[in-house]
């Protein structure tokens, strides 16, 4: 899935504009060495057809500020103001889907050194219609990557940075060349970290397991809303460093992030993962879309809605 097609709208330079007129010149400091931090963010078509509901805002736009703070960004804009312009492009792209939204904070300056202080950052925003980003009508097959998560001392791993995405990047295409979905990276300790975009978790004995945040992860908002809907469920949950062998004899594991959403694992290195029936996976997964389809009472603060105005004659469905 290549997910290139983009809403007609754009925030970039302080203003709402035409996709089409969000530019950069090649000189850009972040196009040269990555140096930006990016969120994704869902927003979810309500049940009723007219309402997008924003997944968890204002904890996505916490992590960046965040990030931005790593990457020693110094923006005229707060957590809040930063919200708000998602609100605003929401609202003037008028989505009739589930949308992914992309914001950004990059150094902009037209600069050679390498360095992180003294260079002007900018935040831009864009948005895509976006389903499902693996597909999760299947169970998904996994390697674990011969590339090591990027360490914390080398690049901080929860910074949402963009140049640690090459990271992701060499272990996707090694999962992908394997004819695998994903690849699971280690940490530099050989425990497992993460997938190339997502979290992971196992089952073991009916409790819930995850790397902690300490294994050069990045802390996934989703995990977070995942070990939340567990604990809501009554199911046992430890965070705790996972040994590769435990994961190939785990009775179910499975990958969450804003894209990925939920999607459960069928195999690693071929080796297949329960007995194909992942009842906590299938019950996690059951009760995160009723809370996003806000079909649901629980967690309703982790939605942002926002009143969807087609333009005339275009029907919601
Ligand atoms: N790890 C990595 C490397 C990711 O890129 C993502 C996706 N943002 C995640 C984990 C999941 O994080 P979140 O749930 O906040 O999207």
């Known amino acids: 899935m290549a997910f290139s097609q983009t809403l007609d709208y754009a925030f970039f330079e ?18 040269q060495y990555g140096t930006g931090a990016f969120a994704g963010v869902r927003g979810y078509l309500d049940a009723d057809g007219h309402t997008i509901n924003i997944f968890r805002l204002k904890d996505h736009m916490a992590r960046m500020m965040k990030s931005a703070k790593l990457l ?8 809040g103001d930063l919200a708000d312009i998602l609100v605003k492009l929401t609202e003037k ?3 009739a889907s589930d949308v992914y939204f992309r914001p950004f904070i990059y150094k ?13 950052d900018e935040f831009a925003l864009y948005m895509l219609p976006m389903g499902d980003y693996l597909d999760t009508t299947r169970g998904q097959k996994a390697i674990v990557a011969s590339w090591m998560r990027v360490p914390d001392n080398a690049v901080p791993s929860r910074g949402k940075l963009t140049g ?28 497992i970290a993460e997938g190339s975009g997502c ?16 294994s050069d992860i990045l802390e996934g908002i989703t995990r977070r809303s ?6 809501d469920l009554g199911i046992p949950c430890e965070e705790r460093s996972i040994d590769r062998s435990e994961l190939y004899i785990a009775d179910e594991a499975f990958f969450c992030g804003t894209g990925v959403q939920i999607a459960p694992i069928a195999t690693v290195d071929g080796r297949p993962i329960g007995d194909g029936n992942w009842p906590v996976s299938k019950h996690l997964h059951d009760a995160f879309f009723d ?4 079909k649901s009472d629980q967690h309703r603060d982790w939605l942002t809605p926002v009143q969807i105005k087609q333009p005339a004659g275009a029907a919601a469905h």
């Open 14 to 31: 302080g203003n709402i504009v035409p996709f089409a007129d969000a530019r950069v010149s090649i000189g850009t400091h972040a196009l």
């Open 72 to 79: 020693r960004a110094d923006l005229p804009y707060d957590a």
């Open 93 to 95: 792209n008028a989505p």
């Open 108 to 120: 902009a300056s037209v600069q050679l050194t390498p360095r992180l202080q003294g260079i002007k």
């Open 164 to 191: 640690a995405y090459i990271n992701s990047a060499l272990a996707k295409d090694q999962a992908e060349e394997l004819g695998a979905d994903e690849a699971i990276l280690l940490d530099g300790d050989g425990h």
């Open 199 to 214: 979290n992971i978790f196992i089952v073991r004995d009916g409790t819930l397991i995850t790397p902690p945040v300490t």
């Open 226 to 231: 995942f070990f939340q809907i567990a604990k």
């Open 291 to 294: 809370i996003v389809r806000g």
